[in-house]
């Protein structure tokens, strides 16, 4: 337990000059429809320690919320969305880009504020940034967070539930945010369409979002078996290892100059 204890705080000293030292970078993640063209991208966080050793988001991103760094970085990483979309617009390829918003970054009380400097400062277009936000930031708070949603949304920016399916809130606030789009969490992708639990419970996300008229990205998608299943259970947008790993913006460039390789 000590040692977990030290190694959380190395980690913790470490991740605080990550950012200056350069260690962390943003990889891109391209999302696709059901004829496999791309539609938007997410960016996912990376660290490359100096030593070489690559730190998962996994480990590294709750210690950056439990040590408040996460307001930083996400800072940090909102402004890499803007840059990578101007980036994608200059050659010839806007679209859409994901953020993750962890709920501490999201509850900050300037949190609006930062946003629309960063919007301000880049000259990114607010309605090109989807904030992705988990349902963990749906169970405290309920009011001051669906208002600040409203001011955002005004603002041009969408919303996204991450990990859709995996929290306990109840489907009431559904009706009650601005959102745009359902994210099926890969948890309920990896099994399908073998396992009747794991199908189950896709078919009735596809339902409901149909209903709400939200848009679907399924997450996790690595068969063609998998993008056949949900391709044919309604027209969600897929995002997965058989479309594209997540990689750094030139690579993505690389690949959209060339789309026959999709
Ligand atoms: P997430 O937001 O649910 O991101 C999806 C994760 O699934 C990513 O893991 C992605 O690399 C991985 N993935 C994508 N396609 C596949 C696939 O076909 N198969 C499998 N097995 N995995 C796939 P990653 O990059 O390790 O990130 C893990 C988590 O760390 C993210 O989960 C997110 O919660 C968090 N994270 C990453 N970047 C950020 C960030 O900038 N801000 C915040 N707050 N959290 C972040
Ligand atoms: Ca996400
Ligand atoms: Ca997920
Ligand atoms: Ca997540």
């Not at 909102?78 to 993750?100: E, I």
């Not at 904030?131 to 001051?144: I, K, N, Q, R």
């Not at 997450?219 to 995002?239: F, K, R, V, W």
Request: hydrophobic share 45%; charged share 25%.
């Amino acid at each position: 337990m000590l040692a977990d204890a030290e190694r959380k705080l190395t980690l913790e000293r470490d991740l605080a000059l990550a950012l200056e030292r350069q260690e962390i970078a943003v990889h891109l993640q391209l999302q696709v429809d059901r004829e496999h063209c791309p539609v938007g991208a997410e960016l996912l966080l990376r660290w490359r320690r100096a030593d070489g050793v690559l730190v998962p988001p996994d480990v590294f991103i709750p210690i950056a919320e439990s040590s408040g760094l996460i307001v930083s970085l996400g800072d940090w990483v909102l402004r890499q969305a803007c840059q990578a979309w101007l980036t994608l617009d200059a050659a010839g390829h806007p679209m859409p880009l994901s953020v993750n918003v962890s709920p501490l970054q999201f509850r900050q009380p300037d949190f609006v504020e930062r946003v629309r400097a960063t919007l301000r400062e880049t000259g990114a277009p607010a309605d090109q940034m989807i904030f992705e936000v988990t349902e963990g930031l749906l169970v405290s708070d309920l009011d001051a967070t669906i208002a600040r949603m409203h001011e955002l949304s005004a603002m041009g920016i969408r919303f996204s539930i991450d990990d859709f399916g995996t929290g306990y809130s109840n489907l009431a606030y559904l009706r009650k945010m601005p959102l745009y789009e359902l994210k099926i969490d890969k948890s309920f992708i990896r099994d399908t369409p073998n396992d009747v639990n794991g199908t189950a419970i896709v078919q009735s996300i596809l339902a409901m979002a149909d209903h709400l008229d939200l848009r679907v990205v399924a997450e996790g998608i690595e068969t063609s078996q998998q993008a056949d299943y949900l391709a044919e259970h309604g027209s969600p947008c897929m995002q997965g290892y058989l479309f594209a790993r997540p990689a750094p913006l030139e690579d993505l460039l690389a690949r959209l100059a060339q789309p026959d390789t999709l």
